[in-house]
């Protein structure tokens, strides 16, 4: 079977389904957080990976730096993720994963358009927060 079958294959399991298939093919127990769309996608990959290569060896490097910079960063700071049209937003909130995407005037979410994500963090949770915050693009000064 090629990876394309398998992929849709995966479409069509139950959740308790793609919980086995990863303990397959990552040979270790799915975080429990995941959802079903989660898992999938972590098994596509995977499978991908396998079937056509990972990343370059330089690539991860390069990641891994990136990581550190962000643990290393001066205390007192707050850092903030520059967003672009095009880019999705998810969170999962109160077992419900909401998807926010970027567009070039503001933000769309649930088919209405937003200026703010301020405004949508408020409605999803039914308390104001700050946006960025709530999508994780601004972390806490420390």
Known sequence: MNVDEHIEQLR??????LKS?????????????FTSD???RGIAY???????????AEIGRELDGIE?????????TA???????????VRRWRGTTYTVDVTRDGFLFQDRRYAS???I?????????????????KEQAR
């Open 117 to 119: 994500l301020s405004t």
């Open 121 to 137: 963090a408020t409605e999803i949770t039914g308390t104001r927060w700050s946006g960025p915050r709530f999508f994780g693009l």
């Open 38 to 40: 989660l898992l999938m």
């Open 79 to 89: 850092q903030t993720v520059q967003l672009r049209p095009g880019n999705r937003l």
């Open 46 to 56: 995977r499978l991908q990976e396998k079937a056509f290569g990972g990343l370059a």
């Open 68 to 76: 550190t910079l962000g643990k290393s960063a001066r205390l007192g």
């Open 21 to 33: 298939e990863w303990r397959r093919v990552w040979r270790r127990a799915p975080p429990v957080s």
């Open 12 to 17: 069509m399991m139950t959740f308790a389904q």
